[in-house]
């Protein structure tokens, strides 16, 4: 009976080991832009991740159901355009005012979901968070990079939703390695098309090998394994931390020094996500 245990990692430690894995990858990401672009780095980080994947999980296609397929093709066409259109927004605008505009996506998951007072607590001052952290005084920010980032919000949005519905039949380890087929798939032709993998070397493949490690194949597994003991409601508030996480990030690798609000913006999200997990724990005993 327990030939299909795994190890299981609690929805809490998971999503957060989720946010520094992508934020590690972030930084691989930063380095390759210039060389590979936007678009071939992304089909490079989902074509990768769903070869690790299925050599790892050997997901039998064939033993899909039809129900499982319906929900699973959605699931990994908003995890590929998701992906995708981020990283061509942050070619177009600053990597944390990308992640914070990327955010509305789940925020706009959690307000929906949520049914009590303290929720809307967590809500309210991740929002504020956000706020501080968005650079309101327009000095020439890309507006096409700031559309494509609400775009890439609303994908996080979709993927969260239907991450959430499919973790209740599918296997999580399947789930993410079919998803990630069908988000190649959708990538492969901007991928391909941009010309950028006409560039890549040995040593930069090895650099792509880390990235779909760190930005998809463990993330993505982990998060959906989360999503099958947590609300969705309640991870979206926790993912409050990713523009917390961005930001100090910034900070210690690429130098990027935070004003005084933007400091504040980090405590209301940390604030945030704290509130949820004490929230998450009550529900889950």
Partial sequence: MNSNKSITIPPIPAVLLAIISVQGGAAIAKGLFPILGAESTAF????????????VNRTKLKNLTSEQWKAVIPYGICL?????IFYMAIKRIPLGLGVTLEFVGPLIVAIF???RIQD?????LAAIGIALIAPWANQ???LVGVLLALAAGGFWAGYIILGGRISKIMNGGDAVTVGMLFAAIVV????IGSGGLMHLTPVLLLFGIALALLSSAIPFTLEINALRQMPARTFSILMSLEPAVAALNGLLILHEVLTF??????TCVIIASAGATL???????
């Fill in 44 to 55: 490079i980080r989902i074509g990768l991740s769903a070869i690790i994947l299925m050599s």
């Fill in 80 to 84: 590929g355009l998701m992906n995708l």
């Fill in 113 to 115: 979901g949520s049914k």
């Fill in 120 to 124: 809307y607590l967590w809500i309210f």
């Fill in 140 to 142: 020439g920010i890309d």
């Fill in 188 to 191: 492969a032709p901007f991928g």
């Fill in 261 to 266: 609000y933007q400091w504040v913006a980090v």
């Fill in 279 to 285: 929230t998450t724990r009550k529900a889950l005993v």
